[in-house]
């Protein structure tokens, strides 16, 4: 079995989420608004950290709004998610 050698045209995922970037004022009005948490099982300085993401939606697709990710307890991250709702 052979492999295929690897592709140089490969984009970082980085440069294409700027390419794609848009300005709030351009954006499309937003349907709903959802916060998302996914906890942390701890939360001492090694922990991972507590996903935190803002999505907006709007004709079936998903807008970031914004990542507030980090490592806290868990009234930390409560409080740092209903900032933004």
Known sequence: MTSSPPSKARCSPLADIDRTRIKAAEGPGLTRVVVTI???VTSGEDSDETGIVVVGEHDGHG???ADLSMRGTPG???ARGRQRV
């Open 38 to 40: 996914d906890p942390a």
């Open 63 to 65: 807008y970031v709004l």
């Open 76 to 78: 930390r991250l409560h």
